[in-house]
């Protein structure tokens, strides 16, 4: 196998990402600021710290272990994403907020296991599926993927997260598409996923909030619909070169989260519609270039595990930008590279390290 340098147009496709988010990042934190200078410093520190520094640091490391290494590991990779999911809801570890724990609070820093557990579930798969090859096409390819998929949905239904469980399913999905399994199975698992978010909906108010606002945005313009109306505002006024570095309006007293999954809206804002699509365009080269890395990968884990991983991040940040312009429902995901989230940015630049680690073992 020869060894080659990781590929450049992916990992500076990143670095561009990363700094360009952080320019972002400090604007739409003014708002914030204006607002509680104490939070401010928390948040900057958890970005900054966790999110840019550790991230950077879990990459270099991610780059130069053998890729090899996920493999064998990945059934106690995922055991201990699932156990440290669950650990939410231990008291004093969990951290309620707005209705949910998704957060784990040891000392002054919290962590959302979730994201541990999108990298323990793709790592998993990509190993089942790589030694289920020639059974993929048979009901020994779906076992597994039910399996997991219902571990995650179990985890996090629960907590609630429904919008990292729908990001897991679609990536698992895909990737038991790929990875050989029959147009009929897959069609029987969307059925199947689709019978199970109608009850989900169901039994969940706020989904049928999510869901009647996406389908009416102006329904209730000073309550549900509160976020969705005033990111259209700021988007719409950015125009097409946008007000300015630094000069949006509504990140100050009408986006609800500037810095979290409102961020987009504030770019938009500055940046006007030409910095909007500079964003789509580099996450589109951040896509295709990953999936090139995907199929010249060295074998068949390691194809499936950069295809999950590359979608997990891709599909990710089009979904919180499609929520923000009024196409998807609201789903609570950051903007991965740019929005605050410093579990998040981490987990995002290991696996980022991850797919630069077997691009350096790319076929010609």
Not at 80 to 102: D, E, K, N, W
Not at 149 to 169: E, K, M, S, W
Not at 206 to 231: C, E, H, K, N
Request: proline share 4%.
């Amino acid at each position: 196998m020869v060894r080659r340098k990781s590929d450049r147009i992916f990992f500076f496709t990143t670095i561009f990402l990363v700094v360009f988010g952080l320019f972002i990042f400090s604007s739409a934190s003014l708002g914030l600021l204006s607002r509680s200078g104490a939070t401010f410093s928390s948040v900057a520190f958890s970005q900054i710290f966790l999110g840019v520094f550790l991230g950077s640091i879990a990459l270099l490391i991610a780059l130069n272990v053998p890729y090899r290494f996920w493999r064998q590991y990945s059934f106690y990779i995922f055991l201990l994403s699932v156990l440290a999911s669950v650990a939410v809801f231990i008291p004093g570890l969990g951290l309620p907020h707005g209705g949910a724990v998704r957060w784990l609070e040891i000392g002054s820093i919290s962590f959302q296991p979730a994201e541990f557990l999108k990298f323990g579930s793709i790592a998993y798969l990509s190993a089942l599926f790589s030694s289920l090859r020639k059974e993929m096409h048979s009901i020994k390819g779906i076992l597994p993927l039910l399996i997991v998929v219902g571990i995650v949905a179990a985890v996090l239904i629960t907590q609630p997260d429904t919008g990292t469980f729908i990001v897991i399913l679609t990536v698992s999905f895909l990737m038991f598409f790929v990875g050989g399994g029959r147009w009929r199975y897959i069609f029987y698992l969307i059925m199947l996923a689709a019978v199970l978010f109608g009850v989900l909906v169901y039994s969940k108010p706020y989904l049928q909030v999510r869901i009647m606002t996406f389908l009416d945005p102006v329904r209730d313009p000073s309550g549900a619909s509160w976020q969705l109306q005033q990111s259209l505002n700021a988007i719409g006024s950015g125009k097409i070169f946008g007000r300015g570095f630094g000069q949006s309006i509504q990140k100050f007293r009408y986006l609800p989260e500037p810095i979290g999954d409102s961020i987009f809206a504030v770019a938009a804002e500055e940046f006007g519609f030409v910095g909007s699509v500079l964003i789509l365009l580099m996450f589109a080269l951040f896509c295709v270039r990953g999936l090139q890395i995907s199929a010249r990968a060295p074998d068949y884990f390691s194809g499936l595990l950069v295809l999950g991983l590359v979608i997990l991040i891709t599909f990710q940040s089009l979904i919180n930008i499609a929520s923000m312009l009024g196409v998807f429902p609201l789903t609570g995901l950051p903007l991965l590279f740019i929005s605050h989230g410093g579990t998040a940015l981490f987990f995002a630049l290991f696996e980022v390290g991850i797919i630069l680690n077997i691009s350096k073992f790319m076929k010609k």
